[in-house]
């Protein structure tokens, strides 16, 4: 079904060179190494000192935010449920990992130990007596969003005399990963697209940053490999399964709502990043279809019109009740709803590779300077994604003679193959991973557990960011209107 790609307007080279990504020595994995090198740390923090904009403002979000301060202290649980159990207390898990990460960056910049100190702390508390996650459906989100986001606060103070490395290690691999591992084979017992693009791409990112800070060098490439290639909705052309000939790509949950839509993006440029960062180019797989299917989101929620074609996805549980839904057009948009995810994927291809981006552009600089966790709503729609991406990301361009930012270059393909990009031989769905509980098995589809596929969050999270409570009317209308049509035509 897939439409041949044509001339990209608004992603087309300009002449520089594509840069490779950095090469990483083959079995071994770069540290710090996950969303930010050692590099990249040193740039923020020349770049604050000399007063740099947009640095200085984006560093000033981050000083602002009450989880980057060196007097947080943690809350850790024994299990930590989400959707379900007594008490659903996943809200501590997602302060404490912003808290820590915050920290840990905010040392980084600026130098200040006392951060360092207290992102160890943190971490090392969890480390001590978390034992699993656990709840409804939901159980693989936390496990996924949470997974990746605390092996990011880790990597950055991983070196730290006082860190318990093995100690966490463990407690990523087998209270995060073990679950993200199991979802992207079983998809907690439901046919492969129960569960819509977000779910795939938060087990996928946990996986690959569980792989990368623990060098294990088959879980990354499972994760690699499921990205390319995986059944579920979370690899690359299920998430993005229609490519136009001005250069756009249908983003699929497009059809669902923004809100995941944003989500949805910011966890694959996430993943993608990551992978940057050990020498393999997933920015660039399959001639930039992740940069069109940004470009796409990114018109769009800027409040533009963008084609869509009709969609069915199947439901239910395998040998257990089944569905489907059918989505026939782009969901509604508020233009100020926002998520901070622009700043790395705009630098990326703008300023790394050297392609114009102009959707990507303008929807990063409305949402500059980005914050975190704790900047956009009290509900966990808005620590989703640990941001910050105005200090993190900018850079400058890149340039030189070369290729126009189509296909990696021979460099690159060769540093992704010593870093460890999975090869043809390897399985597109994770084998690593046993459930963390039983409630991974299929017996969740009988107490109805599949019919959960997303949180239900994302509406208090806009009306936090400004968008008023009509404009959720609206969208809730008119999907409302739409599955009375599909009904009718059944």
């Known amino acids: ?3 041949a790609a044509g001339a990209a307007a608004g992603a087309v080279g300009i002449g520089t060179a594509v840069l490779p990504a950095p090469a990483v020595a083959a079995g071994a994995y770069a540290h710090p190494g996950l969303l930010h090198t050692g590099a990249d740390l040193g740039r923020m923090a020349a770049k604050v000192k000399a007063g740099a904009a ?92 949470y997974g990746y986001q605390i092996a990011n606060a880790a990597e950055l103070v991983r070196d730290h005399p006082d860190f318990e490395l093995g100690r966490f290690q463990e407690m990523l691999s087998t209270s995060f990963a073990s679950l993200s591992d199991d979802f992207l084979v079983r998809h907690n017992g439901a046919v492969v697209s129960n569960y819509w693009t977000n779910w795939d791409l938060a087990a996928m990112a946990c ?31 299920h998430a993005i399964p229609v490519v136009h000939d001005d250069g756009l790509a249908e983003w699929l949950e497009a059809g669902r709502d923004q809100g995941h839509a ?29 940069l069109k299917g940004a470009q796409y989101v990114a018109k769009w929620a800027l409040g533009g019109d ?50 114009s981006a102009s959707y990507l552009t303008r929807i990063a600089a409305r949402s500059a300077p980005e914050g975190g966790g704790g900047d956009y709503g009290p509900n966990s729609g808005g620590y989703d994604q640990l941001g910050f991406g105005t200090l993190a990301f900018t850079r400058d361009k890149t340039t030189g003679a070369g290729g126009t930012g189509g296909s990696p ?16 031989g390897a399985d597109a769905r994770p084998q690593g991973g046993a459930p963390a509980s039983p409630s991974a098995s299929a017996s969740t589809a009988a107490s109805g557990d599949l019919a959960a596929t997303g949180s239900n969050d994302v509406l208090g999270w806009t009306a936090a960011t400004g968008v008023t409570a ?17 009904a009718q035509s059944r």
Request: glycine share 10%; hydrophobic share 40%; charged share 20%.
């Open 1 to 3: 079904m897939l439409k």
């Open 54 to 145: 947009p640095y200085a403002a984006g560093f000033a979000k981050l000083t602002a935010n009450r989880h980057a301060q060196s007097g947080w202290t943690a809350n850790p649980q024994e299990i930590v449920y989400r959707g379900a159990g007594s008490p659903q207390n996943y809200g501590i898990l997602y302060n404490d990992v912003h808290a820590a990460y915050q920290n840990a960056l905010r040392h980084h910049v600026s130098g200040d130990s006392a951060h360092a100190d207290t992102a160890v702390a943190i971490l090392n508390a969890w480390s001590a007596k978390l034992t699993s996650v656990q709840g409804s459906a939901d159980r693989f989100l936390a496990a996924g969003l």
């Open 207 to 237: 996986v690959l940053a569980t792989g990368i800070f623990c060098d294990d060098k088959a879980q990354v490439d499972r994760a690699v490999e499921y990205f390319k290639h995986g059944e579920g909705l979370g690899s690359i052309r």
């Open 262 to 290: 944003l989500l949805g993006v910011g966890l694959m440029g996430t993943f993608c990043e990551m992978a940057w960062n050990q020498g393999i180019d997933l920015y660039g797989y399959d001639d930039d279809r992740f």
């Open 306 to 355: 963008v084609p869509f074609t009709a969609n069915t996805r199947k439901k239910g549980a395998i040998n257990g009740w089944s569905g489907s839904e059918t989505v026939t057009e782009a969901a509604p948009v508020a233009p100020a709803m926002t998520r901070p995810i622009w700043a790395m994927i705009a630098n990326h291809y703008t300023k790394r590779r050297g392609l």
């Open 409 to 424: 270059s021979p460099a690159a393909s060769a540093s992704a193959s010593a870093a460890g990009s999975a090869g043809t």
């Open 470 to 486: 009509l404009a959720g009317g609206l969208l809730l209308l008119r999907r409302r209107g739409r599955v009375q049509r599909e």
